[in-house]
C-alpha cells in the first residue's frame, strides 16, 4: 500500500511516521502533486499556526491538489482544521473540503487543550472496534463546533466536532499518532477505507 505524508513544512511528522511502522506501513513524505496524487492514502498532518501553514501550502502549490485529490485523505489537528472554509486562528480562509468555520474556545477555558479527551458519537469506519468514550489525546487552541459532518464530538466547556467526515475526506481534531493502542486502531482502520 502506497501511503503518503503531505510535506509542506508544518509540523513534526516523526511520530506519524513511527506510527505506521509499527503498523507495517513506510509512508512516503512528500510535497509533489504526482505523487499524492498516485497515493492509495494521503495524510495531511499540521502542526502550528493557520495562517503560516496555509502560506507554506501556497508555497509548495498544494491549496489545489489536495481539495482534488480521490482516494481517502487523513488531516489531523491543524490539517483537519486547514480543510475547513475560514479559521479565526489568524482570519485565515482554508481549503474549503468541509464548509465550516473554525472558533477559537471561548475565554474561561484554559487554553490550549492539551492531554486527554474522549470521544463519543462515532459513526464511521474509522471508529470501527473503538468504544464509545475512549480516550484520545489532544492540543489545540481552536475548534470546528458541532455539525452534521462531525463522526465524532468531544466535550471541552462546549461539543465540538472531535472529527469529521466528507466524501473520502476524514479529518479528527485528535492526534491518533500519540493517542496510544486506541489511536493505532484509527490509523489501521483508515488504512482499510
Not at 60 to 83: A, F, N
Amino acid at each position: 500500500m502506497n501511503i503518503s505524508i503531505i510535506d509542506y513544512g508544518a509540523g513534526n511528522i516523526q511520530s506519524l511516521i513511527f506510527a505506521f511502522n509499527r503498523l507495517g506501513v513506510t509512508p512516503e513524505v512528500t510535497d509533489n502533486p504526482e505523487i499524492l496524487k498516485a497515493s492509495d492514502k494521503v495524510i495531511f498532518p499540521g502542526v502550528g499556526e493557520a495562517g503560516s501553514a496555509m502560506n507554506k501550502l501556497r508555497e509548495h502549490r498544494l491549496e489545489s491538489v489536495i481539495p482534488d485529490l480521490k482516494q481517502p485523505v487523513l488531516g489531523i489537528c491543524l490539517g483537519m482544521q486547514l480543510m475547513c472554509r475560514h479559521s479565526e486562528e489568524g482570519d485565515t480562509n482554508g481549503l474549503g473540503i468541509f464548509d465550516l468555520n473554525v472558533e477559537r474556545f471561548e475565554s474561561g477555558l484554559k487554553v490550549p487543550q492539551i492531554g486527554w479527551n474522549t470521544i463519543r458519537d462515532l459513526r464511521s469506519p474509522l471508529f470501527d472496534g473503538i468504544e464509545e468514550n475512549s480516550f484520545m489525546y489532544l492540543v489545540h487552541s481552536f475548534y470546528v463546533p458541532d455539525n452534521g459532518q462531525a463522526i465524532a464530538r468531544t466535550e471541552y466547556g462546549i461539543p465540538y466536532a472531535s472529527a469529521l467526515q466528507k466524501d473520502n475526506f476524514y479529518g479528527t481534531q485528535f492526534h491518533p499518532e500519540k493517542s496510544g493502542e486506541v489511536g493505532a486502531r484509527v490509523l489501521e482502520n483508515f488504512l482499510k477505507l
